[in-house]
């Protein structure tokens, strides 16, 4: 099948857009608002999109609070959504009143960072704390922008449990990352972890 997305005619009970662009990281964002209180949503339109300097992005479809925060603060952080903590992520996206704090509504622990003024995941295996370097509005073909906003986020501290280390490496088999598939499926990204080694001369020379 073919179809154009300016008339979006697929003939199909769901668009298959999201579905096609799969499996999505989820950022699993924490911020504070100026009143103080916490905020904690998952994106799954988000992924890192540098290493050098480290640069990881979100993007809201529309004004929501962690962007707002975000935006108001300058600070997020991103904690791992993995399969152990699955229902609660899922909790966690709840639409509530702004104020209201995900991390009681899920029953997870809110703990402050390192190095910058916003809360993560206490019980997450892996968390990085950012501080915000730009954000966008994107546009489409026709120069409209569209009804997201991108916010990127300078790395600049990373928490790792020892539970999911070995040999020096994260262990993906104990991490399991879960990420958001097509619909209402997700992915268990610890499920059939397999190892390959790039051709001579793709591998970034460090």
């Known amino acids: 099948m ?19 662009v799969a499996p999505r ?15 904690l949503s998952p994106y799954s339109f988000f992924n890192t999109v540098s290493d050098s300097p480290k640069l990881v992005m979100f993007s809201s479809s529309g004004r929501k ?9 300058g600070v997020f952080t991103a904690s791992l959504a993995s399969r152990h903590l699955a229902e609660k992520m899922n909790a966690s996206s709840e639409a509530v009143p702004y ?14 960072a390192e190095l ?4 993560y995941v206490a019980e997450a295996y892996t ?15 026709d120069g409209q922008g569209a009804e997201a906003y991108m916010v990127f986020g300078q790395v600049v501290g990373i928490h790792i449990s020892e539970e999911i280390l070995r040999g020096g490496r994260i262990d993906m ?15 268990d990204g610890g499920a059939d972890v397999f190892e390959m080694t790039r051709p001579a001369g793709a591998e970034p020379k460090r």
């Open 2 to 20: 073919f179809y154009t997305t300016d008339t979006n005619q697929h003939g199909l009970k769901h668009d298959p857009f999201k579905a096609i």
């Open 25 to 39: 990281p989820i950022g699993w964002i924490g911020t504070k608002g100026r009143d103080g209180s916490m905020n």
């Open 65 to 73: 609070h962690s962007l707002k925060n975000a935006e108001e603060t």
């Open 99 to 112: 104020g209201v704090s995900e991390f009681e509504v899920a029953g997870l622990t809110a703990k402050m």
């Open 116 to 119: 910058i003024d916003a809360p």
């Open 127 to 141: 968390v990085l704390e950012c501080r915000v370097t730009q954000v966008i509005q994107p546009v489409g073909l």
């Open 173 to 187: 088999g104990l991490a399991r990352p879960i990420a958001r598939m097509g619909y209402r499926d997700f992915a």
